[in-house]
Nanobody
């Protein structure tokens, strides 16, 4: 079992920054892939960024490359998402997720491949 607890969401003006954190407990994340997804009202949940815990390799959606950075803290079993240059279109509920599986190329883009999810944290970017 893995429990994920998110924090750091809030209201920010366009151009500002927020840092989201996801604290994991229950098991080590050494073999996991951790991902961030977001979902705006009326839209499907979409991939934002992911990190391979063991290697530190990262993957990000084109829409956030150069603005968002995912990172991990091995000692604290925490994954963070630093969000800079925020835009109104970034407004959504952001979810932390963990996957224990091994799949084909690009699998980490698909929310159904993740086994554990946090409760979500609201990010609102005003104009």
């Amino acid at each position: 079992q893995v429990q994920l607890v998110e924090s750091g969401g809030g209201l920010v003006q366009a151009g500002g920054s927020l840092r989201l954190s996801c604290a994991a407990s229950g098991r080590t994340l050494d073999t996991y892939t951790m991902g961030w997804f977001r979902q705006a009202p009326g839209k499907e949940r979409e991939f934002v960024s992911a990190i391979r815990w063991s290697s530190g390799g990262t993957y990000s959606a084109d829409s956030v490359k150069g603005r968002f950075t995912i990172s991990r803290d091995n000692a604290k079993n925490t994954v963070s998402l630093q969000m800079n240059s925020l835009k109104p279109e970034d407004t959504a509920v952001y979810y932390c997720a963990a996957s224990t599986g091994r799949y084909g190329s690009g699998w980490y883009l698909t929310s159904q491949k993740y086994d554990y999810w946090g409760q979500g944290t609201q990010v609102t970017v005003s104009s």
